[in-house]
């Protein structure tokens, strides 16, 4: 009798294993579908306007040299403050980043009213404020993806004129001793 009952445990176990290696079609198809859906939740999507749900997409999208810091989205006014590292040639990092923002702002999308950047460097957990630039749409009725190719570059643009610059103390004294070096 015990060995009649060992055969059926081997039978019923046998069972069980046929069963299940019958649903790993169905689990490989369930996992596929989940990472469909979670490769979409991470995927920028493209922005024409922006808005609070999009603002994400449109900065992950921005290959900006230094960290953002801080954005806001009030009133179609994009504000983004950006924290650079010590020792870092602020004003060649700021032309690139600008470039990238003011393509964002005027060439991407169709919303923006100004534009605001902050420059700041951090040095042992202390935040000192390099420049800061202000621009608006109206100052930008003809924008051109190829007038941001100098800024690109990390050099000042023909259109710096655009950018209202205002750079603090440190800011100079951070453009002066980078030049210096």
């Not at 991407?108 to 420049?131: A, C, H, M, P, Q």
Request: without cysteine.
């Amino acid at each position: 009798m015990t060995f009649d009952r060992r055969w059926a445990y081997l039978l019923a176990a046998g069972f069980a294993v046929v069963v299940l290696l019958g649903q790993l079609p169905r689990l490989d198809r369930w996992t596929e579908e989940r990472r469909e859906s979670a490769r979409a939740a991470f995927t920028p999507q493209r922005v024409e306007a922006l808005s609070d749900d999009v603002l994400v997409d449109a900065l992950i999208s921005l290959p900006l040299e230094p960290r953002l810091s801080r954005v806001s989205w009030n009133h179609d006014i994009l504000s983004v403050d950006l924290k650079i590292a010590p020792g870092t040639d602020p004003e060649r990092t700021f032309w690139m980043d600008a470039a990238e923002l003011v393509r964002l702002a005027y060439g991407t999308s169709s919303n923006v009213r100004g534009l605001l950047i902050r420059v700041f460097e951090e040095e042992d957990g202390k935040r000192r404020l390099l420049l800061a630039a202000d621009t608006r749409a109206s100052d930008w009725p003809d924008f051109r993806e190829e007038d941001l190719r100098r800024a690109r570059l990390g050099l000042e643009p023909e259109w710096d004129g655009k950018l209202r610059l205002s750079w603090t103390a440190a800011g100079e004294r951070a453009r002066r001793n980078f030049a210096k070096s």
